[in-house]
């Protein structure tokens, strides 16, 4: 079962302008990361925040989590081309069972339009 | 560098035929997994294991084997495909399995059974 849900869907914006995600998740977490996926590709991590930290900066990335209302953001500012692409969401449980079994979302679409 | 490697990257079986996927990482990681990606549905783990020898189930292992005799390989293996197995299948390794540590995915093989 899916963990975290991503909003919106899908998203088309124009190159320049900044990129909003959100991912909402139902059960504790220790980590959130997010990954960028293109097209026939595998994903790429992009950033981790931890469970304990409100905000994180990575280049044009800003990744803002929210423990008590379960969600987290994703910010690209100034978005190119280059960032079209899907981003997924993806968070491990909070116990510290064997195995980096993280359970991903269903994932933004993002189109930049040039 | 070749990071995790999947091969093959295509393939079409018949309903009951059989078939090993096959994942590489040179990165020397402990820990390694296989997700299927289906559209709308995020990845869902389908196995995965935290060292040479040790292989665990994850949420969807029904329908598939692994196993895990070096550190560098672990192949995925389909028993009697069914067409509800067509999907995106992507192998991915982390340093270690503990939460928190980022992944490393595969370009993905992409599963057609008719």
């Known amino acids: 079962s899916q963990q975290g849900e991503e909003d919106p869907q899908a998203l088309s914006i124009q190159e320049g302008e900044n990129a909003t995600m959100n991912c909402s998740y139902k059960?504790?977490?220790?980590?959130l990361q997010w990954y960028r996926q293109n097209s026939g590709r595998g994903l790429v991590h992009l950033i981790l925040?931890?469970?304990?930290?409100r905000e994180k900066h990575s280049g044009r990335l800003r990744v803002t989590l929210d423990t008590s209302k379960k969600s987290s953001s994703l910010l690209i500012t100034a978005s190119r081309a280059a960032d079209t692409a899907s981003y997924f969401c993806?968070?491990?449980?909070?116990?510290?069972?064997?195995?980096?079994?993280?359970?991903f979302g269903g994932g933004t679409r993002v189109l930049v339009k040039p | 560098n070749a990071g995790v490697t999947q091969t093959p990257k295509f393939q079409v079986l018949k309903t009951g035929q059989s078939m090993t996927l096959q994942c590489a990482q040179d990165?020397?990681?402990?820990?390694m997994s296989w997700y299927r990606q289906d559209p709308g549905m995020g990845l869902r783990l389908i196995h995965y294991?935290?060292?040479?020898?040790?292989?665990d189930q994850g949420e969807v292992p029904n329908g598939y084997n692994v196993s895990r005799s070096t550190t560098e390989d672990f192949p995925l293996r389909l028993l009697s495909a069914a067409p509800s197995q067509t999907s995106v299948y992507f192998c991915?390794?982390?340093?270690?399995?503990?939460?928190?540590?980022?992944?490393?995915f595969g370009n993905g093989t992409r599963l057609t059974v008719t």
């Open positions: 925040i931890r469970s304990n930290e």
């Open positions: 991915a390794s982390s340093y270690d399995g503990q939460g928190g540590s980022p992944l490393h």
């Open positions: 059960t504790s977490i220790n980590n």
């Open positions: 990165m020397n990681h402990e820990y």
């Open positions: 294991s935290v060292g040479a020898g040790i292989t």
């Open positions: 993806a968070t491990d449980p909070p116990l510290k069972a064997a195995g980096n079994k993280l359970t």
